[in-house]
């Protein structure tokens, strides 16, 4: 995951230490994206077989993104990686031509 995630422009990661093991470290990977500026946690959960993940898997069919709403919780959001990368790209282009943006 490191390297696909550093393929993206904009982007820097690094594995955690320890896999988030230790003390400090939360997370498998660390990544900064410039569009951003804030560094992000990412858990990493690979399986040889996705048995468990069926059900969320056939939601998301064909659509882009799935929101996984709990009662009084905030919303999940699962997306493909060709939609995550997309995502990220066009925020990196939308940051690189200096228009102004707010995330809140």
Do not use: C
């Amino acid at each position: 995951m490191v390297e696909r995630l550093n393929s993206l422009p904009g982007v820097s990661a690094n594995r955690v230490p320890l896999s988030g093991a230790m003390s400090g470290y939360k997370g498998d990977i660390r990544a900064f994206v410039d569009a951003l500026g804030v560094p992000l946690q990412i858990e990493v959960k690979a399986r040889a077989t996705a048995d468990g993940w069926g059900v969320t898997k056939k939601w998301l069919g064909e659509n882009d993104m799935l929101f996984l709403i709990e009662d009084r919780q905030e919303p999940l959001v699962m997306l493909s990686w060709r939609t995550f990368s997309q995502l990220l790209v066009g925020l990196q282009h939308y940051y690189q031509r200096g228009e102004s943006h707010s995330y809140e």
